[in-house]
């Protein structure tokens, strides 16, 4: 309104409820996926809100009051197509006032979820860049426990002539222990073969 922006108190429930559960450390983005469901909120087609929606939410600094601004640009004036730009190339300040660009979160929760935002990026970049050449499930497979990815480990046994068995467990589990989640470990070949039994029951209608 008047170049100002206003305050959706629905939404900004919604926007102060994701800022907390994720700044919490407890919750991956997935988790937070299904707790708004469950409080009501819908994407515009009713569905969950989007994983990619609330990401954009954690890493908009709009949302602790400060002004954003080129972090587009126009590639093509007649097919209007856009480039994302960098974040060194953004324009941005904070509204001290609070009149234009008022705050919904604080400044502290909003840099400590995305702190933890950051860090779970890595995480997973780090992950996938490991693994990627060696296998197209990394980064694919997350726990129904603790909504952390899976990741793939190996070992070698003597009855397998000293090869290396992959299997995939939960993030969490491998990092802090057995007692912290319930899941167990699946072995890749059977993922495969699971995968293969899938397909093999889909030829019959692959063109459905």
Not at 38 to 49: H, L, M, P
Not at 148 to 161: E, I, N
């Amino acid at each position: 309104l008047n170049g100002k922006l206003i305050i959706n108190e629905r939404e900004a429930e919604m926007v102060r409820f994701i800022f907390e559960q994720y700044a919490s450390g407890m919750f991956a983005i997935r988790a937070i996926q299904r707790q708004l469901y469950d409080k009501g909120y819908r994407s515009r087609s009713g569905k969950e809100i989007s994983h990619t929606t609330i990401c954009g939410i954690i890493t908009n600094p709009k949302y602790k009051g400060y002004y954003c601004g080129n972090k587009v640009k126009i590639a093509d004036y007649r097919t209007k197509e856009q480039i994302f730009l960098p974040e060194k190339e953004w324009v941005m300040y904070k509204d001290e006032t609070g009149d234009i660009v008022p705050a919904i979160v604080d400044e502290d929760l909003w840099n400590r979820a995305n702190q933890i935002y950051k860090q779970r990026s890595e995480d997973v970049k780090n992950q996938c860049k490991g693994n990627k050449t060696t296998s197209v499930l990394s980064g694919k497979i997350f726990c129904t426990h603790c909504n952390a990815p899976f990741w793939r480990t190996s070992y070698s046994h003597k009855l397998h002539k000293g090869n290396n068995i992959y299997q995939f467990i939960c993030r969490e589990k491998k990092m802090h222990g057995a007692k912290t989640c319930p899941t167990f470990a699946i072995y890749e070949s059977e993922i495969y073969d699971i995968l293969s039994d899938c397909f093999t029951r889909l030829l019959d209608s692959i063109d459905e």
